[in-house]
């Protein structure tokens, strides 16, 4: 059974960069067919999409944040990462990874979520 | 504001039928049927409920139903029970900008 698990820094301080890692377990991120996706939700607010990496490297990100956004698969520890740059207030919220197995809105899998702070 | 517009809360007794409306502009849903709904326990993990309008993946109840109709997705929770007490969050793949979109989510209560 795939399992996700969110881990990073919780505070981080407004303009730096805000990096979390998502490790698989129980199945492998270069399995095809999957795309490995994060997504978010402000406190009190509903959940926004992020983005999502494909098992072949290719990357898919929401318009609105793409300028600032990263998302890489790191091969050899089955984890994918995402960077989220010159973060502010707005960027507080709870970060989840989540699987989705065909590419359309199918994120049958999830991790619990990680907090993160932005304030200095 | 999101692309997809829910209700903020529905409310029923147990045994009731309750359906949270999702409703886009033609850009949100496209012409295609990727429309999901995800159940949200404060703390844990979100669940798929229904996948492509109306699919219920393998393990849920098939209390849970979706269907769509032009701009509007729906999700029915069939005998209202006390642990359907969650927030319900429709989604879209959009094919214009190939990005998923999420509604503002519904707080269901059993009162």
């Known amino acids: 059974q795939v399992q996700l698990q969110e881990s990073g820094p919780g505070l981080v301080k407004p303009s730096q960069t805000l990096s979390l890692t998502c490790t698989v377990s129980?199945?492998?991120?270069?399995?095809?067919?999957?795309?490995w996706s994060w997504i978010r939700q402000h406190p009190g607010k509903g959940l926004e999409w992020i983005g999502c990496?494909?098992?072949?490297?290719?990357?898919y990100y929401n318009p609105s944040l793409k300028s600032r956004i990263t998302i890489s698969g790191e091969t050899s520890q089955n984890q994918f990462s995402l960077q989220l740059s010159s973060v502010t207030a707005a960027d507080t919220a709870v970060y989840y990874c989540?699987?989705?197995?065909?590419?359309?809105?199918?994120?049958?899998?999830w991790g619990k979520g990680t907090t993160v702070t932005v304030s200095s | 504001q999101s692309a997809l517009a829910q209700p903020a809360s529905v409310s029923g007794s147990p045994g009731q039928s309750i359906t949270i409306s999702c409703t886009g502009a033609s850009s949100a849903f496209g012409v295609h049927n990727y429309v999901s709904w995800y159940q949200l326990y404060p703390g844990k993990a979100p669940k798929l409920l229904i996948y492509e309008v109306s699919n219920r993946p393998s393990g849920v109840s098939h209390r849970f139903s979706g269907s769509k109709s032009g701009n509007t997705a729906s999700l029915t929770i069939s005998g209202l029970q006390a642990e359907d007490e969650a927030d319900y969050y429709c989604s879209s793949y959009t094919s214009r900008t190939m990005s998923v979109v999420f509604g503002g989510g519904t707080k269901v209560t059993v009162i």
């Open positions: 989540a699987r989705d197995s065909n590419g359309y809105n199918f994120l049958d899998v």
């Open positions: 129980g199945g492998s991120i270069h399995s095809g067919g999957h795309y």
């Open positions: 990496i494909y098992f072949s490297g290719n990357t």
